[in-house]
């Protein structure tokens, strides 16, 4: 059969049109994900105690980042600030005087904060699920989350009057890093343990939930030991929230975020290979060994960084992948960059909605998440009648 002849067979035609199809859905979902969480960022920004027009939240977040650029321009290549200062166009103030304080110093860090661990929890957990073809499994499954815990609490035991005295740190960046040195710790010994076993799906995830007991059971003995104010402190941090946003944080988990998502996305052709099992992506070329190990570190590093500025949030690491599977599939190439924009925008509402349910007080994120992922897996539970979550 000659080039042309195939390039009309209407079987190749109809194989053809169909990937079109699929790919043209995929990417027009993951642009209006896009879309949707930029749009839920700035009327979130405007929700609150204090009520801010869109038009004011807009014109504060504009002014502001003007008069930071010219404040550094003036500040590092004056001879360019001479140039920026006769620009005719400026961008004006808001109406509310109070709107730029508002909106750019408090809600707008805890808003990127939220879609930072959204994006962080969500993308994860996709490439988890796909490197251990299960999807129940999530950077919590893993003892993660049981290990970030035990990091905090041992730091707030310990308290600021030891670990501030010996060390240059404050106290609560102590406990950030706490937390991230014990959730990249849990994977580490995760993976040890499985690899002295044999480094198989079951073997990992088996590996995971006694490293998650054996954690439990040291905050437990904390929770015991500790008196009644650190205790308070400790199961405000276990139930997550976004209380350690700020601009420092922020600017701080862009790049990591951003790199370790370029790095997992990388991954998704192998990823998509290994679907088919160990044996065909073996023949295929792939060292699944170190595919796994890479995408797990990688995983756990992104997840890690943002839980230890959150705590404990549940549940987005499950319900993003899962949602966006369900509408693309299971195309790692869409999966993981659709899995991350979903679980920013649930985090995202969540969090809004964790803020402003009870306003002026704040219940933490955490709460909402347990309850929304439960009614979601609940409804899959009901929807599947055998067929299997996937």
């Known amino acids: 059969m000659t080039e042309a002849t195939q390039d009309k067979d209407p079987v190749n035609v109809s194989v053809h049109t169909l990937y079109k199809a699929g790919s043209t859905r995929r990417i027009t979902l993951i642009t209006g994900l896009s879309i949707f969480v930029m749009v839920a960022a700035i009327l979130s920004a405007g929700i609150g105690t204090v009520s801010i027009t869109p038009q004011d939240t807009i014109l504060a977040i504009g002014h502001s980042c003007a008069v930071s650029v010219q404040n550094l321009l003036h500040t590092y290549l004056p001879s360019v600030a001479a140039w920026y200062d006769t620009i005719p166009f400026t961008i004006p103030a808001p109406s509310n005087p109070q709107a730029e304080l508002i909106v750019v ?51 707030i035991v310990l308290g600021p009057g030891i670990l501030v005295s010996y060390f240059l740190l404050s106290y609560d960046m102590w406990i950030v890093v706490f937390a991230f040195i014990f959730g990249w710790l849990s994977m580490l010994l995760v993976y040890g343990i ?16 006694v490293i998650g007991y054996l954690f439990t059971a040291g905050v437990m003995a904390l929770k015991y030991i500790t008196n009644n104010e650190k205790l308070r402190e400790l199961m405000v941090w276990l139930m997550g929230g976004m209380w350690g946003a700020s601009w420092n944080a ?5 790049p990591l975020v951003i790199i370790c998502f370029f790095l997992l996305e990388r991954r998704a052709w192998d990823l998509n290979a290994l679907s088919a099992g160990d044996d065909v992506a073996k023949n295929l070329g792939i ?11 990688i995983s756990t590093f992104a997840a890690s960084c943002c839980l230890a500025f959150t705590g404990i949030i549940g549940f987005v690491g499950l319900m993003g992948p899962h ?16 899995a991350g924009l979903m679980g920013a925008a649930i985090l995202l509402l969540s969090d809004t909605v964790a803020r402003t349910i009870m306003s002026p007080v704040e219940i933490p ?13 609940l409804f899959l539970i009901m929807r599947g009648k055998g067929r299997g979550l996937y």
């Open 105 to 155: 110093g408090f809600r707008l860090p805890r808003i990127f904060l939220a879609i930072l661990t959204g994006i962080s929890l969500a993308g994860a957990g996709a490439v988890m699920q796909g490197l251990l073809r299960n999807p129940l499994v999530s950077p919590f499954t893993l003892g993660l989350s049981s290990a970030a815990s035990f990091g905090a609490a041992l730091a």
């Open 194 to 209: 499985s690899r002295s076993r044999g480094t198989t799906q079951s073997t990992l995830i088996l590996a995971g939930v």
């Open 250 to 254: 922020v600017l701080l988990l862009i």
């Open 287 to 297: 060292n699944v060994e170190r595919l796994r190990l890479s995408g797990l570190m």
């Open 323 to 338: 949602i966006c599977r369900m509408i693309i599939g299971s195309d790692h190439r869409y999966l993981i960059p659709c």
């Open 365 to 377: 994120v955490g709460i909402i998440m347990y309850a929304i992922g439960g009614v979601f897996f």
